[in-house]
């Protein structure tokens, strides 16, 4: 039975896919869909991600077989084919991509053969047929991977005991996608680790084809890359760890770190150093600054990996009062709402709050309404409307966020708490 999704948060599992392959350096996909794909699946992700879009080729730039009546009714291989064709001629890429839009998943057309015609040719060219209605956009990063495992990670040569890749910050589903890579990188290099992010630092698809060579994948979200984790560690013995939800703060940000050296047995003594450093420059900052917010009860509605890092954050370092926390994306494996409920449960000094999984705009509004005790609302640009109903204090901090740019703006990590609670103030 079809129900209605009053303002979902993303768009098709084709946006998901354009969106992770727009935060690649030098990679272009190609659209095998109707007119207007292109530029609609570009809104519903990128255009909702802090008014940045992709730096490489985006929206009505991305090429595109842009399908008719006569593709329906004959089918439109040719015309993918001399579309790919007019995008190496024009596109200077290191790789080219084929997506689906629904017609063409619906018309079953062939687009395998026609990019195996160019990889014949020498081409960089890889399908993944996957039509937009066969999900939504947080299936579309596990649909890259999935792809990149089956056909473009290389068989390792050798292993790098220091190599580790980062998954799990999904580009521009997380508006501070950018900074928060940025910081995680960073601190697990004071550790002595070279850290495939894939998407900073023009990082590029030979990343993508090398990393078979890491020592660890480090997956920070609660529920998201299940499949690419286990083949990853079942293909080419790459084995992952999960931090679920993302690492904010002192407290959160030094288990993840205590986490990571365990998994990769790295010196205890550089461990702890890293941390009393990153303790001492965090705290100076908070000194600074007693007094300036006061005790707060607070409600946060976002995705799983925010609202677990910005409420542990808020409840163990702030001694801010969780209320309610509302999952905000669709979950469906009980193992992961349970995993999801475990974190929120187990905070050290705060009892648990209400969790509520919705993903309907009329829901959480419902919700956050009804409690009645709130003083702060953290969540996106959707629940604006209802935190000034309340009257009550409210920040803008996850997925979509419309009314606001962002570049490399970070909450995760230590640096990135400072930012949260410069947003919080700011916000009074």
């Not at 040719?78 to 080219?96: E, M, N, P, R, V």
């Not at 057309?109 to 993944?128: A, R």
């Not at 220091?162 to 521009?172: A, E, Q, T």
């Not at 070279?194 to 529920?223: D, G, Y």
């Amino acid at each position: 039975m079809s129900e209605v999704v009053e303002n979902p948060r993303g768009g098709c599992v084709l946006a998901g896919i354009n969106s992770v392959l727009g935060a690649i350096d030098r990679v272009c996909p190609i659209y095998h869909a109707g007119p207007g794909c292109c530029m609609q699946s570009t809104a519903s992700d990128q255009g909702q991600s802090g008014n940045k879009s992709s730096c490489f080729v985006s929206s009505v730039s991305i090429p595109s077989t842009n399908m008719l009546e006569r593709e329906v009714v004959f089918g439109g291989t040719q015309k993918l084919q001399s579309t790919i064709q007019g995008a190496i001629d024009i596109i200077d890429a290191d790789a080219y991509f084929v997506l689906t839009g629904c017609t063409a998943g619906i018309i079953g057309d062939d687009i395998e053969s026609i990019t195996d015609q160019f990889k014949e040719e020498g081409h960089q060219v890889y399908p993944i047929d996957t039509p937009g209605f066969a999900g939504d956009s947080n299936l579309g990063y596990e649909v890259v991977w999935n792809t990149m495992i089956n056909q473009v990670v290389e068989e390792p040569l050798k292993k790098e005991e220091n190599l580790v890749n980062l998954f799990g910050i999904i580009p521009y589903h997380e508006p501070f996608w950018s900074g928060n890579l940025e910081e995680i990188s960073r601190l697990l290099k004071k550790l002595g680790l070279k850290v495939n992010t894939f998407f900073t630092e023009h990082q590029n698809m030979e990343h993508i084809r090398t990393s078979s060579q890491a020592a660890l994948n480090i997956i920070l979200h609660p529920w998201i890359f299940k499949g690419p984790a286990r083949k990853f560690e079942e293909r080419f013995a790459v084995p992952s760890i999960r931090y679920p939800g993302l690492p904010i703060g002192a407290s959160d940000t030094k288990r993840f770190l205590l986490m990571v050296g365990e998994a990769l047995n790295l010196d205890d003594r550089l461990v702890n150093q890293v941390i009393e450093e990153e303790d001492d420059y965090v705290y100076h900052y908070l000194a600074q600054s007693i007094g300036t917010l006061s005790w707060k009860r607070f409600a946060v509605a976002a995705d799983a990996g925010t609202a677990l890092g910005i409420t542990r954050y808020l409840a163990n370092d702030y001694s801010f009062t969780p209320v309610l926390v509302v999952i905000t994306e669709p979950i469906f494996r009980q193992e992961d709402k349970e995993r999801i409920i475990a974190e929120l449960t187990n905070l050290e000094y705060a009892r648990p709050p209400k969790v509520v999984f919705a993903s309907d705009q009329y829901e959480i509004n419902k919700v956050l309404m009804e409690e009645e005790d709130l003083s702060l609302i953290i969540g996106s640009s959707n629940e604006e409307e209802v935190s000034s109903l309340k009257e009550v204090q409210f920040i803008v901090a996850a997925f979509p966020i419309k009314d606001r740019l962002i570049f490399n703006r970070a909450y995760a990590g230590y640096r990135g708490s400072l930012t949260l609670i410069e947003d919080l103030y700011d916000n009074l």
